[in-house]
């Protein structure tokens, strides 16, 4: 074990990440690092995202042209960043995006984010991100290449977890939450008109169709009802192809306001004014929005899945719907409008012993280093 009190140098790879809750998370672990005496390096594609930061523990070396393509970032990772970490000498390393990197370090990590590989084929991910598509298939490929080769992988969820073992036979696995177990309630309050924000950006995934065809069948079916529903999502026409796509499509829904990405301050404001929290995705390692319902105390709609069922957690007012039936989400929207209690207790119980903090996960990482 090395102790915490010696400074040493700690590695932080985060050379693809940008956006959202990777970044989150990503700053996250800077801040609960920068609690030890540590030099700290953090490897990025751009140092302006970090521009909030000013201490002496801290640095950062930039390598922008990691975003240019998938092939620049698979060449960094696996033959690049053998001479870097070399060059570096680091006590720990710690990769904050899925690939275990082809490093020279005695302490390897990886923190692993995307579940793309269990997601189930869908033809329209290969029509609107053919990326995300493609990934489907070799992510566990790529998850594959190294990953013995660490002192354990983190991810944020059990189901995770089992998938992990699974597949790749290993079982040095840290579950580390991305949110504290704050016990959150919601309020009581009749719901007189539907008010809600689904921040996330457009993935192919996330299933904003769902929402989209509820909102449309709702209006169509119960016309009388259409101006006590109103619907945020925080993408634009110009986002890309899927959006595109989307904004075309539904672009008519005058209940539904595609208002391009907004400053954080702006969707807290819209949280605190929602009446509901919906998270309809089908593919999350975690799904931040749902706490943040939570924190806003809002009753919650979420697809009926294991990650969702996870994120949730314990909380007084839930429904958990099919991800795929819009007309049922519909009938719903219209029972909580006419003052039905659809809204149930959840409760979840961890199977294992997990970590529930950056703080509690940096100490883990110190007690597995050699």
């Given at each position: 074990?090395?102790?915490?009190?010696?400074?040493?140098?700690?590695?932080?790879?985060?050379?693809?990440?940008?956006?959202a809750?990777?970044?989150?998370?990503?700053?996250?672990?800077?801040?609960?690092?920068?609690?030890?005496?540590?030099?700290?390096?953090?490897?990025?594609?751009?140092?302006?995202?970090?521009?909030?930061?000013?201490?002496?523990?801290?640095?950062?070396?930039?390598?922008?042209?990691?975003?240019?393509?998938?092939?620049?970032?698979?060449?960094?990772?696996?033959?690049?960043?053998?001479?870097i970490?070399?060059?570096?000498?680091a006590?720990?390393w710690?990769?904050?995006?899925?690939?275990?990197?082809?490093?020279?370090?005695?302490?390897?990590?990886?923190?692993?984010?995307?579940?793309?590989m269990f997601?189930?084929?869908?033809?329209?991910?290969?029509?609107?991100?053919?990326?995300?598509?493609?990934?489907?298939?070799?992510?566990?490929?790529?998850?594959?290449?190294?990953?013995?080769?660490?002192?354990?992988?983190?991810?944020?969820?059990?189901?995770?977890?089992k998938?992990?073992?699974?597949?790749?036979?290993?079982?040095?696995?840290?579950?580390?939450r991305?949110?504290?177990?704050?016990?959150?309630?919601?309020?009581?309050?009749?719901?007189?008109?539907?008010?809600?924000?689904?921040?996330?950006?457009?993935?192919?995934?996330?299933?904003?169709?769902?929402?989209?065809?509820?909102?449309?069948?709702?209006?169509?079916?119960?016309?009388?009802?259409?101006?006590?529903?109103?619907?945020?999502?925080?993408?634009?026409?110009?986002?890309n192809?899927?959006?595109?796509?989307?904004?075309?499509?539904?672009?008519?829904?005058?209940?539904?306001?595609?208002?391009?990405?907004?400053?954080?301050?702006?969707?807290?404001?819209?949280?605190?004014?929602?009446?509901?929290?919906?998270?309809?995705?089908?593919?999350?390692?975690?799904?931040?929005?749902?706490?943040?319902?939570?924190?806003?105390?809002?009753?919650?709609?979420v697809?009926?899945?294991p990650?969702?069922?996870?994120?949730?957690?314990?909380?007084?007012?839930?429904?958990?719907?099919?991800?795929?039936?819009?007309?049922?989400?519909?009938?719903?929207?219209?029972?909580?409008?006419?003052?039905?209690?659809?809204?149930?207790?959840?409760?979840?119980?961890?199977?294992?012993?997990?970590?529930?903090?950056y703080?509690?996960?940096?100490?883990?990482?110190?007690?597995?280093?050699?």
């Amino acid at each position: 074990m090395i102790s915490s009190q010696n400074k040493f140098k700690v590695v932080l790879s985060g050379v693809n990440i940008n956006e959202a809750g990777q970044l989150k998370v990503f700053k996250e672990m800077i801040n609960a690092f920068l609690k030890k005496d540590v030099h700290l390096i953090c490897i990025v594609n751009d140092v302006l995202l970090f521009k909030s930061y000013d201490n002496q523990k801290l640095e950062f070396i930039e390598f922008p042209e990691i975003k240019k393509s998938w092939f620049s970032r698979l060449k960094f990772e696996f033959f690049d960043v053998k001479k870097i970490s070399i060059d570096i000498d680091a006590d720990i390393w710690i990769n904050m995006q899925d690939i275990s990197a082809n490093t020279v370090c005695k302490n390897s990590f990886v923190y692993c984010h995307n579940p793309s590989m269990f997601a189930k084929k869908s033809f329209s991910y290969l029509l609107y991100d053919w990326k995300f598509f493609l990934w489907n298939y070799l992510y566990k490929y790529l998850y594959q290449i190294n990953i013995s080769s660490n002192n354990a992988v983190i991810v944020q969820q059990e189901w995770i977890a089992k998938e992990f073992k699974s597949h790749f036979n290993i079982n040095n696995i840290i579950v580390a939450r991305p949110k504290n177990s704050t016990k959150y309630f919601a309020d009581d309050s009749n719901i007189e008109n539907l008010n809600f924000i689904y921040p996330s950006l457009p993935r192919v995934f996330k299933n904003f169709e769902l929402i989209l065809n509820a909102i449309n069948y709702f209006n169509d079916n119960y016309p009388h009802y259409k101006n006590k529903i109103s619907c945020t999502l925080t993408f634009d026409q110009f986002s890309n192809k899927f959006s595109k796509y989307l904004f075309n499509k539904y672009s008519h829904l005058q209940n539904v306001e595609f208002s391009g990405i907004l400053p954080y301050s702006e969707v807290q404001k819209r949280l605190k004014n929602s009446t509901i929290g919906i998270f309809p995705s089908k593919l999350e390692t975690w799904g931040l929005p749902i706490n943040e319902y939570q924190e806003n105390n809002l009753p919650i709609i979420v697809a009926d899945l294991p990650y969702a069922h996870e994120t949730v957690g314990n909380y007084n007012k839930v429904h958990f719907v099919d991800p795929d039936n819009y007309k049922y989400l519909a009938k719903i929207f219209k029972k909580i409008i006419d003052g039905d209690d659809i809204f149930y207790e959840a409760s979840y119980k961890n199977e294992n012993q997990l970590i529930n903090s950056y703080d509690s996960l940096v100490n883990e990482i110190f007690e597995l280093s050699k």
